[in-house]
């Protein structure tokens, strides 16, 4: 027996590549997969695959808004066995979401039993809901048996899929859209339709309309949950404009009288993708540790509707300030970041602006149109093709039956005797006998003849430009018929209010007034003392310690402290310690670093201004409302290079420079080498962060001191027999950035000679 050769042993192919070069051919297919395949919603339809499989997948289950439900647990299963390999549990949660009306703004899917709810509770298993789909989503769909659009084989080309919806309606920017790719992020609010509506008929009328035009149309978003967008309109117009921004969302609040002067604040709408429930809990926790000191109890008392219910301490709480209080330290206010990336109509993944996105939309509709219209025009042209052939028939009736009755190939002999086309004699040979009548001739006619008005009104359609946009209005008028502001759907939920104030000030109201004085001592212990005292020869300090500023303050003051490493503190008065013994470190108080010293303090006054001054000689003025911050950390104001310290802080409006005939017009500074430099204040920018301008150039050594004053009411510094002013001082004006001279005879010695 003849032995069988043995198979030659399979060869391995190997590929020789670095292991950076394999990991970037990798990463870069899964980066590329995860943007375009699951993270980034489509432009034209606002859609994310996912979204775009379960919607399609229930509408070949002919789960119409007009027909009944059926189980989610079979949609699931048609989704992720003919479109979407993915698992059951992501597919249904993107099911459920699309389902609630508090997380989509015009719901895809209507779901019958458990869907979840504003608290955060989970919807219930997918084989006890059912679902169906709603006008809306249907709308989206509209005209996805014409042609429309492309469709492509699904993962195992069984079935086909549509690459992109036909979308009558604008859900991208009606329903939103969020999600998380590599190296980039979307994150779309959704809006009212109408008003998109009004800014799409716009757009077609105006087609470089600005975007600060469409803002007049779109005033902003429009959340489910409803509540009050309280941001100013240039923030609003530039965030569109860029197609990037963030803008602050407040829940909506108000006062309930329950009765003898005693009040109840009633929170009725809450922020966009708050859950209430954690919202509740946050709050409970915050007055468990005192932070909330106004606020004496808050409570549930939700149905469909949401319900919050705050009671103030005392009837004495302001409740428009106990409301910025929780405001600031709760998810009551939020804010929503906007980033309108998304994939255009090529599939490459670009950030647009407002009129982008609507532009894109716009293009969509028109490309949508003309292939509907085409489809149309090519079943039309068939028809009339079969009808011709059937009225030829109609006007040889016997002879056509006698080539059908004696021939033994009638449709060749058909063809042949008419001039009838493959498609006419096929028509033909498949009528049936009734047809024959003479009701039906006349019938054939009149639709011949509607049919060739129809086909002569697309083709003028698909000729003409101003005709297609025409038709595109119509169609979004009637869009906003369906969906618009009259409609219950469609009214506007979200508020649009006025921003609040850029800094607002804890809450003092429960505070007590009353004077103290602050007492700062030089190596950094702070305390306080009751009442406004100017003699303060009997306190005592540390071995080696002194007094370094005294301060006349209120109880409900906030002290601004300003450090030598640029940065500015704040401290409520009524929390320093208070008392007999030497006070507090003020380490302790703020995060002031071991290499840094006070060295100025202040009442904090909203209109007051600073002229902050590095030892370099560069400074800029600096608005203490624009420099407050009430954290430890402080706020980095004067930004200094290596080895460089900040040395002044010099308030504007000073009462002596007030009682002096005005405001101050003139900055005087003073170098380590004792050359004195005057020049105008208008000379130094107004900002509130930076290293500033130079004021003054040294070659050795750097500033020493500075003020701000006024040039008629002369410069004064202090001296050893009190406090000495000069108002001959023409020799040291100059402009800023120039080196100085020396200064008048008699000046002071001292390091500091303004400050003392």
């Known amino acids: 027996m003849a032995k069988t050769p043995a198979a030659p042993a399979p060869q391995e192919t190997i590929r020789e590549t670095s292991l950076d070069v394999a990991l970037g051919e990798r990463y870069l297919a899964y980066a590329m997969s995860t943007i375009v395949s699951r993270s980034l919603p489509d432009v034209r339809d606002g859609l994310k695959p996912v979204h775009r499989r379960l919607l399609f997948a229930m509408r070949q289950l002919g789960l119409d808004p007009a027909s009944g439900f059926k189980k989610c647990a079979r949609v699931v299963g048609d989704v992720i066995g003919k479109y979407h390999p993915h698992g059951d549990v992501a597919v249904y949660e993107a099911m459920v979401r699309l389902a609630q009306d508090f997380a989509v703004r015009y719901p895809l899917v209507e779901g019958q039993g458990n869907f979840g709810n504003i608290d955060g509770d989970n919807a219930a298993a997918m084989r006890y809901t059912e679902a169906r789909l709603t006008p809306f989503a249907k709308a989206l769909m509209d005209g996805l048996n014409e042609d429309a659009v492309d469709f492509r084989a699904t993962y195992d080309g069984e079935e086909n899929e549509p690459i992109v919806m036909p979308a009558a309606v604008p859900n991208l920017l009606a329903n939103g859209s969020s999600g998380i790719a590599v190296g980039m992020a979307t994150n779309i609010p959704p809006h009212n339709v109408g008003e998109i509506c009004d800014a799409l008929l716009h757009l077609i009328k105006t087609p470089k309309a600005q975007i600060s035009t469409l803002i007049d149309y779109v005033r902003g978003p429009d959340f489910p949950t409803g509540g009050v967008l309280v941001e100013n309109r240039e923030t609003i117009v530039e965030a569109y404009r860029t197609g990037r921004g963030s803008m602050r969302v407040r829940a909506k609040w108000a006062v309930e009288d329950t009765g003898r002067g005693t009040y109840q604040i009633v929170v009725t709408e809450i922020p ?157 040979l498949n009528m049936r006998l009734r047809s024959l009548r003479k009701l039906e001739e006349m019938e054939i006619k009149g639709e011949h003849k509607e049919l060739s008005a129809e086909k002569k009104d697309l083709a003028a359609l698909l000729k003409s430009e101003d005709l297609q946009w025409q038709r595109i209005a119509d169609q979004i008028k009637e869009t906003k018929t369906q969906f618009g502001q009259k409609t219950a759907l469609g009214k506007r939920r979200t508020e649009v209010g006025e921003a609040p104030t850029a800094v607002v000030v804890p809450i003092e109201s429960m505070v007590e007034k009353e004077p103290l004085t602050v007492v700062l001592s030089a190596k950094g212990w702070i305390r306080t003392m009751k009442g406004h005292r100017d003699d303060l020869s009997d306190q005592k300090f540390k071995e080696g310690d002194e007094l370094l500023v005294a301060l006349k303050a209120q109880s409900t003051d906030k002290i601004l402290l300003f450090g030598s490493d640029g940065r500015f503190y704040a401290l409520a008065a009524d929390r320093l310690p208070a008392g007999r013994g030497f006070g507090e470190p003020i380490r302790l108080l703020i995060d002031l670093p071991n290499d840094a010293d006070i060295i100025g303090v202040f009442v904090f006054d909203r209109e007051q201004k600073y002229l902050v001054v590095s030892t370099a000689g560069r400074g800029f003025i600096a608005p203490a409302e624009q420099i407050f911050a009430q954290t430890k950390a402080g706020k980095q104001v004067l930004n200094l290079a290596d080895g460089e310290k900040a040395v002044i802080a010099a308030p504007l409006n000073s009462p002596a420079d007030l009682t002096a005939g005005g405001p101050p017009d003139s900055v005087a500074i003073i170098g380590d080498n004792r050359k004195l430099l005057i020049f105008p204040l208008s000379e130094v920018p107004e900002m509130s962060r930076g290293r500033g301008v130079i004021l003054q150039r040294y070659k050795d050594g750097g500033a020493a001191d500075a003020k701000v004053f006024r040039l008629k009411a002369g410069l004064s510094w202090r001296s050893g027999n009190g406090e000495r002013v000069e108002t001959a001082l023409r020799e040291w004006v100059g402009e800023r950035s120039q080196a100085g001279r020396l200064p008048p005879r008699g000046f002071s010695t001292k390091a500091r000679p303004f400050s003392g």
């Open 272 to 428: 966009y993708q708050v859950q209430k429930a954690k919202l509740i809990e946050n709050i409970a926790a915050l007055m468990s540790e005192k932070k909330l000191p106004f606020l004496d109890d808050v409570r549930d008392e939700s149905t469909e509707e949401v319900r919050m219910i705050l009671v103030p301490k005392a009837r004495t709480v302001d409740a428009e300030q106990l409301m910025e209080q929780l405001f600031r330290q709760t998810d009551l206010e939020t804010r929503f970041g906007l980033n309108m990336n998304v994939l255009d109509a090529d599939g490459i993944p670009k950030v647009m602006d407002l009129r982008g996105v609507l532009q894109a939309f716009l293009d969509h509709r028109r490309v949508v149109l003309q292939r509907r219209s085409n489809n149309r025009l090519n079943e039309i042209n068939h028809r009339l093709e079969i009808l011709e052939g059937y009225l030829i028939c109609y006007l040889n009736l016997d002879e056509v039956i006698r080539i059908i009755r004696f021939e033994d190939e009638p449709k060749a002999e058909l063809m042949k005797t008419f001039k009838l086309t493959d498609v006419q004699a096929d028509a033909i």
